[in-house]
């Protein structure tokens, strides 16, 4: 089979050519970095693990009226994607204090906030993603005051569902980062949700232990980072125990 033409390749994800115009196939890595690149490692069967829970939190999320880039599942480490312009954004939500928001203000990691806060970082790797404030997104164009307010009412929405559905199943949802594309029907402009939702892009935090279960195992060497994936699966009812056909609904938690 001719090898289907590479459009990027990130630190946890390549993007090859669609099977129709205007598609992707996101396909997702083992690779795992952390501070901008400077540590990295490969944490096996990670990206089977995340293409499986980006694809269910998407699809919960399009259930709900959330519009996404997601279009199905192809196999285990990928999925059919819109092609959208990303937006240089890492939108990050926040409900808890923890990682770069406890070290910036001083506030004890497990501090809850007095309200969700959003943050956005610009999306550049030689810079380290800066933080930056909605003056510099809309004086720099990157995207406008109408983007802002579709992004910030989308991100808000993503927060509390994805917050009621982590907490169904035992898991706080401490913060996590998403990403926004345009998607462009006709003359026709969306905003849609893109990249991927996973323990790489999130705080997982188990309600009862607060032990964590995201990519931080990796980035502080806390051990058992794999298992940690994988129980966030479990939990969502997507890891197929007795194979693919065996899978259930998400276990709600007492
Ligand atoms: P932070 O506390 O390090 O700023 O991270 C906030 C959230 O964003 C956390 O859930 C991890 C996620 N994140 C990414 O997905 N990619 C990144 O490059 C960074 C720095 C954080
Ligand atoms: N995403 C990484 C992190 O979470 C940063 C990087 O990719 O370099 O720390």
Redesign the pocket.
Known sequence: MARRRQIYEGKAKVLFEGPEPGTLVQYFKDDAT?F?NKKRGVITGKGVLNNRISEYLMMRLGEIGIPTHFVRRLNMREQLVREVEIIPL?V?I?NVA??????RFGVAEGTALPRSII?Y?YKNDELG?PMVSEEHITAFGWANVHDLDDIMGLALRINDFLTGLFLGIGIRL????IEFGRLWEGEEMRIVLADEISP????LWDLKTNEKM???RFRRDLGNVEEAYQEVARRLGILPEGGPRDLKGPATMQ
Do not use: H, I, P, T
């Open positions: 952390a901008n890492e990050v926040r923890a990682g770069s928001l406890s070290q943050e970082y993603d401490v913060d996590f980062k790489d892009s999130c705080r995201d990519k931080d």
